[in-house]
């Protein structure tokens, strides 16, 4: 499975270490599947329902549908991966194809991570500052933002494409773990700190400020309270469970790699930790599939302009192109599915809006 940490040990450079390539297929080989099968077609159809949103200028809806696109893009790596695992861990393309894959696998992680931190504070904004956010809160600067977002962690991993780790002419190894290099080390560093640590602090502690704001509404009902309680907790959870064990395990090899003398021998860690490093990264894929669930077709709103659609649909099917705006509006308004006239309570800040 990909990796971009480098090796083992700066100064032992003539030690090969093997490691367990064949441990890891099965439960990645599973992983794979079940994410793509459930992320490409929430992913798509979340592209489409938030950019509804933001032709409708709704700044929350311009992250969302990054975040749909940027997790589309990651999913697309994975079928490579699932080969490569599958075939004993021997990449069948060129390097070209290696480098690049890993760039985009990598680069859409931590944009993801970061497009997360951003809907977060939006929605902290939202709902500790309603009357201010109102005016403060436009699409241009939720632009912006993503743009520079892209740029930064774009720019920040076109390393990928000069690592050696990426040439796969000899080895058939995409990626794989060799021997490491203080830059390589100092880089997992600032992954760990700038693209986990930094982001769980703030996730936990946007989504508990909203947590508090709604609780102490006077203007929500109980289930309302809970609802959003469970939405607050399943964020920072989510967060964890997908990128916790891969950050944690790269600061582990960071720490082995600039003290060596930690443990007994040099492939000590390899031979122990390496199918745990894979599956972990392989981890961090269900974040892609859950996203569009989580955030956006659990909402009321979007769930309703599903049924809108269906029920367009349905109109132009059934009685043919005669029927008319009015009629389709008519059986809208029956069916309860007219968004413009349900006013968007505290408890839907949460949610595209």
């Known amino acids: 499975?990909?990796?971009?940490?480098?090796?083992?040990?700066?100064?032992?450079?003539?030690?090969?270490?093997?490691?367990?390539?064949?441990d890891d297929r099965l439960p990645l080989l599973v992983l794979y599947i079940v994410v793509l099968v459930v992320g490409l077609p929430a992913n798509v159809l979340t592209l489409f329902l938030t950019w509804q949103q933001v032709r409708r200028?709704?700044?929350?809806g311009v992250y969302l549908w990054s975040l749909s696109l940027c997790d589309l893009t990651y999913l697309f790596t994975l079928p490579l991966w699932a080969d490569y695992v599958n075939n004993g861990h021997e990449w069948r393309w060129s390097s070209t194809v290696c480098k690049l894959t890993g760039y985009i696998f990598f680069t859409n992680m931590y944009i993801s991570i970061f497009l997360?931190?951003?809907?977060?504070?939006?929605?902290?904004?939202?709902?500790?500052?309603?009357?201010?956010?109102?005016?403060?809160?436009?699409?241009?600067?939720?632009?912006?933002i993503t743009v520079v977002i892209v740029l930064v962690v774009a720019l920040g991993h076109t390393a990928v494409f000069t690592m050696r780790e990426g040439?796969?002419?000899?080895?058939?190894?995409?990626?794989?773990?060799?021997q490491s290099s203080v830059k390589v080390m100092g880089f997992n560093y600032a992954r760990f700190v700038i693209g986990f640590l930094l982001p769980l602090l703030l996730l936990a502690?946007?989504?508990?400020?909203?947590?508090?704001?709604?609780?102490?509404?006077?203007?929500?009902?109980?289930?309302?309270?809970?609802?959003?309680?469970?939405?607050?907790v399943a964020v920072v959870l989510l967060f964890l469970v997908c990128f916790a064990p891969y950050h944690l395990i790269l600061l582990a090899r960071a720490v082995i790699t600039q003290f060596p003398q930690l443990v007994?021998?040099?492939?000590?860690?390899?031979?122990?930790?390496?199918?745990?490093?894979?599956?972990s990264l392989g981890l961090s894929t269900i974040n892609s599939a859950v996203n569009p669930i989580l955030y956006v077709l659990s909402s009321n709103n979007i769930?309703?302009?599903?049924?809108?659609?269906?029920?367009?649909?349905?109109?132009?099917?059934?009685?043919?192109?005669?029927?008319n705006s009015s009629q389709i509006k008519s059986l809208e308004l029956n069916a309860g599915t007219d968004t413009e006239r349900h006013p968007v309570g505290p408890e839907e800040t949460l949610e595209t809006r």
């Open 1 to 22: 499975m990909l990796n971009v940490t480098g090796g083992f040990s700066v100064n032992q450079s003539s030690v090969s270490c093997e490691r367990p390539y064949g």
């Open 57 to 60: 200028k709704n700044v929350l």
């Open 116 to 144: 997360l931190c951003c809907i977060s504070c939006d929605r902290y904004w939202a709902v500790a500052y309603s009357l201010e956010s109102r005016g403060q809160r436009r699409l241009c600067h939720a632009v912006v």
């Open 167 to 178: 040439n796969v002419k000899s080895s058939k190894r995409c990626f794989e773990p060799t």
């Open 205 to 232: 502690v946007t989504n508990r400020r909203v947590l508090t704001n709604v609780q102490r509404s006077t203007g929500l009902h109980g289930d309302q309270k809970r609802r959003v309680r469970r939405l607050a």
């Open 264 to 279: 007994g021998t040099p492939c000590l860690f390899e031979e122990t930790m390496y199918s745990s490093y894979t599956i």
């Open 303 to 323: 769930r309703k302009e599903c049924r809108r659609g269906l029920t367009q649909i349905c109109v132009s099917a059934c009685h043919g192109p005669s029927t």
